[in-house]
């Protein structure tokens, strides 16, 4: 059950715009930022980082950062940010064998090397303490270059703010995420936990 509900969108107009990012990613404007517009400029402060992140002119496939996302948030045990994840990843063209194989991706035929290591990275990243060592690094700049490093970094950075956010909150899951990680993990035991009705 949700610690604090979600308000209406239009509780504050002026946060419209960035509500509108959401609606171009996801289809609909998430109950974390809903929640969080208690404090508009928090609000605000989480969309424009989020549409950095996430530019769709960076170097990093689009579905893969929020796969990116996804180890981070499974690592992080935000049951809510992993469904978000999963429906980014499906939204922008990753299929449905490697949203299944994603918990699996270091033996998964779905995943290229280059991948693993990406995937391996965000884990080490997200890891408390962190466990990102100077030859995993050195082996990463190998197969990812600077640019991109930074933008694979830039999303566990900002997942690491929305699990800590959405698993406090203990935020209400909708039902198109809640629908994509069942569909995808649910078989490998993924639920809603308290993020469910």
Not at 59 to 76: C, D, M, Q, T
Not at 128 to 154: K, R
């Amino acid at each position: 059950m949700a610690r604090l509900q979600p308000l209406p969108p239009e509780t504050t107009p002026e946060l419209k715009p960035h509500f509108d990012f959401f609606l171009g990613t996801l289809g609909f404007t998430p109950n974390s930022v809903l929640t969080m517009q208690r404090k508009p400029k928090l609000a605000q402060a989480l969309a424009v980082m989020n549409a950095a992140v996430m530019d769709p002119e960076g170097e990093v496939e689009l579905g893969f950062r929020r796969l990116i996302g996804h180890v981070v948030s499974k690592a992080s045990g935000c049951l809510y940010c992993q469904a978000h994840t999963l429906l980014g990843a499906k939204n922008f063209g990753v299929s449905e064998a490697k949203l299944g194989d994603i918990w699996i991706y270091a033996s998964s035929p779905h995943y290229s090397e280059r991948e693993r290591l990406a995937l391996d990275f965000a884990l080490a990243a997200a890891s408390q303490p962190n466990a990102v060592t100077d030859e995993q690094f050195a082996e990463l700049q190998q197969h990812w270059s600077d640019g991109e490093i930074v933008e694979l970094l830039g999303v566990v950075a900002m997942f690491a703010f929305l699990n800590r956010w959405n698993d406090t909150m203990a935020t209400p899951l909708e039902a198109v995420p809640n629908e994509v990680a069942s569909t995808a993990l649910g078989a490998q035991g993924w639920a809603p936990g308290k993020h469910g009705a």
